[in-house]
Each structure stands twice: as structure tokens, then as C-alpha cells.
């Protein structure tokens, strides 16, 4: 098991390694290029989008666009944001937040392909429900079925073990040190509810994520904004240890053990595209079910998804360790804080007991609502792989794994998912590049009729 667990964990540093990283970003700038950055220009058409102002209640679809928004980010605010911000810091310096910024600006433009594409080519079926994703237009568009197969095979994958498990134990874990309840009915109790929403389909996810999604960012951001607010006065050079660290090294100090600028840029770009998804794929499964017949509404408002994730909620979460300057310390251990303890002590340091409350409860509600989130992205995969008789078994595994996630031991499970969520990305990207002519005309095309004629100049 050990060595399964050590060859596992090298696969992992493999694919997320420096040619994914140079896949995701690189797509996302040449794309920001073709559609001459439409995540900067179009950003208020996004935002009358999701205030229901085009929502037109007959149009093919099962969620709306709000709803289609919440789910994606259901599914990508979770502990990316917390502990993964925390761990970029801690390996990369306080620069790496730069690189996340970076990220999650390119970020946009593949978001919005990528949905645009999924709507575009999604699969209607007489009953009014709906099936999209990567895997569709792989197949319907590419026509590379081989490729939807596969991001299918590891998406289904991924579901069970970074969406599912490694949620479950996330949620299981501060219960126990909080409030001292055995993760066993933690497990137990999480099963009931999960399965209460997911076997309800994409209608109840929606309607959850609506109302669970709004409620748990405005807290945590919140909280973070308090700690800001109160080192009002050290903002300024928090912000020039982000920007000076993102081009120089950072020395060693107490802790940390200093990086180089390409451990910086590694380390932000990582924990950046893991964060907000874009150009894994995942979040095109959710908002293929949008109510709209214009594939180009629904890739605006998914484009506005790094921005809610990475830019807003894990910039509170960065700064809020930069100010605290925890990020030099040691633990008990002798050893550098890092990930969700490195975050709750950041807060504790302004706001006393209140600060890990925060930080713990924001774990608790963004892993379950990513548990809720991916548990779509698994059932479209299985119905894609294996037919709509796999779609109620894989739900009712899906809620059983969910107690034994919060009670074993996940260093495994979390390297394989780890894993399968990198291999995601390969033939999505593909699909991306090799359909991007598409995705300009439909733009072009969108904004002529929508404006009157507006003529994007756009190549393609």
C-alpha cells in the first residue's frame, strides 16, 4: 500500500507538473487573444445575464443561468480555498498569489469556451433533461469520441475521490476537533443529506447550491473582510510582498524555506487552476443544463466563476495570510505551517476563537456543497460511459462512499483522484483548441444579433 501511495503521489507531481500548467495557461492567453479578451470587455453583459434579465422560462434547459452558476461553484469553492491558498503560500511565497491572479484571468476565457461548447452540443431528451459536457463535444464537435470516453472514464473517476472522500473527511475532521462529534455519524449524517439532495437530480442541486452557495461566501468573505478592515494600515505592504515576490526569490525565514521564482509561478499556477477548474472541464457538465438556447449567455456567466473563486474568495484567504505573516512560522512539529491549520491560525491572530470558527465552519459548507456539485459531473459521466439504467446506481454509490470518506485514512485516494482530475484536462483542452473556430463564430455571431450589430473583430 505504502508504495502504491509513493507512486501514486509521483504521478500526481508528473501530470501537474510544468507541461499542464503550460497547457492550461497557454490556452487560456490564446484564447483571451482570439476573442479579444471578452472576459474584461463583456464582464457587464455576464452580470445582467445572472440577474435573470434574459431568462426566458421557455427555452430548453433544466436550471437557470443563477442556478446553472451555483452549482458550478458548488462544486469549485472548496477546500482549494482555504487550505490550497494556505499551501501555495507556504511552498511558494506570498508571489504565488500573483500567479493565481494570473491564472484566474486566463482562467475566464477557457471557462467561457469551454461552457459555451457545452452548451452548444448538449444532448436534449424528451423528458426535458439534459446531458452536456466535455465528453459531448468531444464527440458531437471534435469527433473524438476516444476523447469523450476518456474525460468521461476520469472525471467519474475524480468524483469519487476529490469530490466525494477527501470532501467527506474535510467536513468530518473539524466536526471532531470542534465540537468533539465521532466522524463516524458525521459520515453517517452527511450520507442522509447529500442523498436527499442529489437523488433529486440537477433540479434540487440547483435549487440547494442557490441558496448554500450565496450564504457560505458572503459569510467567509465577511470574516475576511473584518481582518482586512482592522490591518487597514498593512494592506500596502502585503501587497508589495505579492508583488515583488512574484518576480524575486523569496528567502528563507523561520519556516520557510525560501523559493525561486519558478517554485512561485509553479506553485501559484497550480493551486490557481485548481481552484477554479478552468480547463479541467468539469463545470461545463453543470452549466450544459442552463435554461438557454444561446450557448455564448451560458459561457459569459460561467466566465464570471474564477472570478467569484479565485479572485474574490482566495484573495481574501491570501491576504489574510500575508497580513498575518504566518506564513514564516513553525508548527509544533517543528515544521512550517501549511494549508487549512496555517488559514485558521491566520485569522485567529486578529480575530481570537471567532477566527477558526470561521475558518473550520467555511470548510464544513464549501466541502459539502462540492460534494453536491460533483456529484453531477459523476452522473453525467456514468450515464455517458454506460447508459441512463448506470444513473440512480451511481448516485446511490456515491452517497455510501460518503461515510467511509469521513472515517479512513485518504492519502491514497486523494493521490489518485489527484490523478484522474489532471488527466481531466488533456482532452478537454484538446477539445477546446481544435473546436476555438467555433467558439469565435458563435461569439461573432451572438454579439451581431444581441447588439445590432456589433462587429467583434475577431479572427476565425
Known amino acids: 500500500m505504502e508504495t502504491l501511495n509513493h507512486l501514486s503521489a509521483l504521478l500526481g507531481n508528473v501530470i501537474w507538473g510544468p507541461v499542464l500548467i503550460f497547457f492550461l495557461v497557454g490556452t487560456g492567453v490564446y484564447l483571451t487573444l482570439i476573442l479579444k479578451a471578452i472576459q474584461l470587455r463583456k464582464l457587464s453583459h455576464s452580470v445582467a445575464i445572472i440577474s435573470g434579465k434574459y431568462d426566458n422560462p421557455r427555452d430548453q434547459g433544466e436550471i437557470s443561468h443563477f442556478q446553472a452558476l451555483s452549482t458550478a461553484l458548488s462544486a469549485t469553492i472548496g477546500t482549494g480555498n482555504i487550505a490550497g491558498v494556505a499551501t501555495a503560500i507556504a511552498s511558494g511565497g ?121 450564504f457560505m461566501t458572503v459569510v467567509y468573505i465577511l470574516g475576511a473582510m473584518t481582518i482586512i478592515v482592522i490591518n487597514l494600515e498593512k494592506i500596502p505592504e502585503a501587497l508589495n510582498l505579492i508583488f515583488y515576490h512574484a518576480f524575486t526569490p523569496t528567502a528563507a525565514a523561520g519556516g520557510f524555506l525560501g523559493t525561486t521564482v519558478m517554485q512561485t509561478l509553479r506553485f501559484g499556477v497550480a493551486r ?7 480547463g479541467l472541464g468539469s463545470a461545463p457538465i453543470a452549466h450544459a443544463a442552463a435554461r438557454t438556447n444561446e450557448p ?68 464544513i459548507f464549501f466541502a459539502f456543497s462540492t460534494i453536491i456539485g460533483w456529484s453531477y459531473y459523476g452522473d453525467r459521466c456514468a450515464e455517458y460511459l454506460f447508459g441512463p439504467g448506470a444513473v440512480m446506481p451511481y448516485r446511490w454509490i456515491y452517497v455510501l462512499l460518503i461515510p467511509l470518506g469521513a472515517t479512513v485514512k485518504l492519502e491514497l485516494i486523494w493521490n489518485l483522484s489527484d490523478v484522474a482530475n489532471g488527466l481531466m484536462a488533456f482532452p478537454n483542452l484538446i477539445g477546446i483548441l481544435g473546436l476555438s473556430g467555433v467558439i469565435v463564430r458563435e461569439t461573432r455571431n451572438y454579439f451581431f444579433r444581441e447588439e445590432g450589430g456589433d462587429q467583434m473583430k475577431l479572427s476565425g
Open 94 to 214: 506570498p508571489g504565488a498569489v500573483f500567479w493565481m491572479w494570473v491564472t484566474a484571468i486566463f482562467g475566464m476565457a477557457t471557462k467561457y469556451s469551454s461552457c459555451l461548447l457545452s452548451l452548444k452540443y448538449r444532448k436534449l431528451k424528451p423528458d426535458g433533461s439534459v446531458s452536456g459536457g466535455p465528453m459531448y463535444y468531444l464527440t458531437s464537435g471534435l469527433k473524438a469520441g476516444w476523447l469523450g470516453w476518456l474525460f468521461a472514464f476520469f472525471a467519474c473517476l475524480a468524483s469519487f475521490g476529490i469530490g466525494n472522500m477527501v470532501q467527506a473527511n474535510s467536513v468530518a475532521n473539524p466536526l471532531n476537533d470542534i465540537l468533539g462529534i465521532p466522524k463516524p455519524i458525521t459520515g453517517f449524517l452527511m450520507a442522509i443529506l447529500v442523498g436527499m439532495v442529489i437523488i433529486g437530480g440537477i433540479k434540487r442541486i440547483g435549487n440547494v447550491a442557490a441558496r448554500i452557495v450565496p
Open 272 to 278: 490557481g487552476v485548481f481552484s477554479n477548474e478552468s
Open 296 to 363: 455564448v449567455r451560458e459561457g459569459l456567466v460561467a466566465m464570471i466563476g474564477p472570478l467569484i473563486d479565485t479572485l474574490l474568495i482566495c484573495t481574501m484567504t491570501a491576504v489574510v495570510i500575508v497580513l498575518s505573516g504566518l506564513w514564516k512560522n513553525t508548527g509544533p512539529n517543528g515544521v512550517g505551517l501549511t494549508g487549512a491549520t496555517l488559514c485558521a491560525k491566520a485569522f485567529e491572530a486578529t480575530l481570537p476563537i471567532v477566527g477558526h470558527y470561521i475558518v473550520s465552519f467555511g470548510l
